[in-house]
C-alpha cells in the first residue's frame, strides 16, 4: 500500500511564497510520474507541475517563471516552491503519483488547500 502525504499549505499574502512537499512510501519499483495538480472551486483539476521518468519536468503555463518543482528520489519525495503567488493560485493542491510496483498504479494525495489572499 503505496501512502501519499502532502504539507505545506497555508494562507499567504499576494506575492508571497509557500512550499509544498509530497513524499511517497510503501513499495514501489519505478515512478512514471510524480507532481501537483490544483483544483480551484468551480474548475476543473488542472496540472501545475509534474516529473516524468526520465527527469523532465511539465509546467502549466500560467505557473512558469514562478514555480519550481524539485526531488529528492532517495526520499520519493516531491517539492514545489511557489513564489509570486497570485489570488488565482489559490485552490486545493494534490500530489500526484504514477508508479510501477508489479504492475502500473497511480495515486492521488489528500490534497493541501492553498490562500492566496490580503
Known amino acids: 500500500q503505496v501512502q501519499l502525504v502532502e504539507s505545506g499549505g497555508g494562507l499567504v499574502q499576494p506575492g508571497g511564497s509557500l512550499r509544498l512537499s509530497c513524499a511517497a512510501s510503501?513499495?514501489?519499483?519505478?515512478?512514471?510520474?510524480m507532481g501537483w495538480y490544483r483544483q480551484a472551486p468551480g474548475k476543473e483539476r488542472e496540472l501545475v507541475a509534474t516529473?516524468?521518468?526520465?527527469?523532465?519536468?511539465n509546467y502549466a503555463d500560467s505557473v512558469k517563471g514562478r514555480f519550481t518543482i524539485s526531488r529528492d528520489s532517495a526520499k520519493n519525495t516531491v517539492y514545489l516552491q511557489m513564489n509570486s503567488l497570485k489570488p488565482e493560485d489559490t485552490a486545493v493542491y494534490y500530489c500526484?503519483?504514477?508508479?510501477?510496483?508489479?504492475?502500473?498504479?497511480?495515486?492521488w494525495g489528500q490534497g493541501t488547500q492553498v490562500t492566496v489572499s490580503s
Open positions: 500526484y503519483l504514477d508508479w510501477n510496483a508489479f504492475r502500473r498504479y497511480d495515486k
Open positions: 510503501g513499495t514501489i519499483f519505478r515512478i512514471n510520474a
Open positions: 516529473f516524468t521518468s526520465g527527469g523532465n519536468t
